[in-house]
């Protein structure tokens, strides 16, 4: 089983849909947890931090479930601007630093 | 001000060349890695440092070398390239604390062996 795993994708939505992602990682002692973003040919850049208790930043929403080592983002009032590849992130401890394993990604592709 | 540098942006090169990519942070981040991302888009760790002491390497091949002149700079060495080692590198540096272990990238290295 892979480290972290997300929806293959591609997600092909029309402007102001919701659209809704899912992550999974297999390592329990991971602590902390993140969504980046990734236009194409540029590098990736954090959208958002996860917390357990969830967290909201505009039309975005992050849920952590640690009981099922689960995370998500949901999207509301799909933009244009919003196309790109989403990029589940899971940090866990590893000796003095920190182990940062990306998942493979999802594409997001906001339709007019 | 970039918080992380990394030049060239692209490298053509023959196969079975050396080459290096240079990896620079303004950020005071203690902890700097390299990834590699293929044409299949999946963003591999290959090296992080901390304190000039690398604590991740990856099956990565002895080809490739990371040095690290001093906190700031993460600088990536790869001998006898291949076809394979075709592929966007990322620099990315993050600082080893509980509240912020946000990792910063730079704009990537697209490296092309002929």
């Known amino acids: 089983r892979k480290e972290v795993e997300q929806d293959p994708g591609p997600f092909n939505v029309p402007e102001g849909a919701t659209v809704a992602f899912n992550c999974t990682y297999s390592n329990s002692a991971s602590q902390s947890f993140f969504w980046y973003r990734q236009d194409c040919r540029k590098e990736p850049k954090l959208l958002m931090s996860v917390y357990s208790s969830g967290n909201e930043d505009g039309r975005f929403t992050a849920q952590l479930n640690r009981a099922s080592q689960y995370i998500s983002l949901l999207i509301r009032d799909s933009k244009l601007s919003d196309s790109a590849t989403y990029l589940c992130?899971?940090?866990?401890?590893?000796?003095?630093?920190?182990?940062?394993?990306f998942g493979p990604g999802t594409r997001l592709s906001v339709l007019p | 001000d970039t918080a992380v540098s990394q030049t060239p942006k692209y490298l053509v090169t023959q196969m079975g060349n050396d080459k290096s990519i240079k990896c620079e942070q303004n950020?005071?981040?203690?902890?700097m890695y390299w990834y590699k991302q293929d044409s299949k888009k999946f963003l591999k760790i290959m090296f992080s440092?901390?304190?000039?002491?690398?604590?991740i390497n990856e099956t990565v091949p002895n080809r490739f070398s990371p040095k690290s002149p001093d906190k700031a700079h993460l600088n990536l060495h790869i001998n006898s390239l291949e076809l394979g080692d075709s592929a966007v590198y990322f620099c990315?540096?993050?600082?080893?604390?509980?509240?912020?272990?946000?990792?910063?990238f730079g704009p990537g290295t697209r490296l092309t062996v002929l």
């Open positions: 990315a540096s993050s600082q080893v604390s509980q509240n912020t272990d946000t990792q910063y």
């Open positions: 992130v899971v940090n866990t401890p590893y000796n003095y630093g920190q182990n940062f394993v």
């Open positions: 440092y901390n304190n000039k002491e690398l604590i």
């Open positions: 950020l005071g981040h203690d902890t």
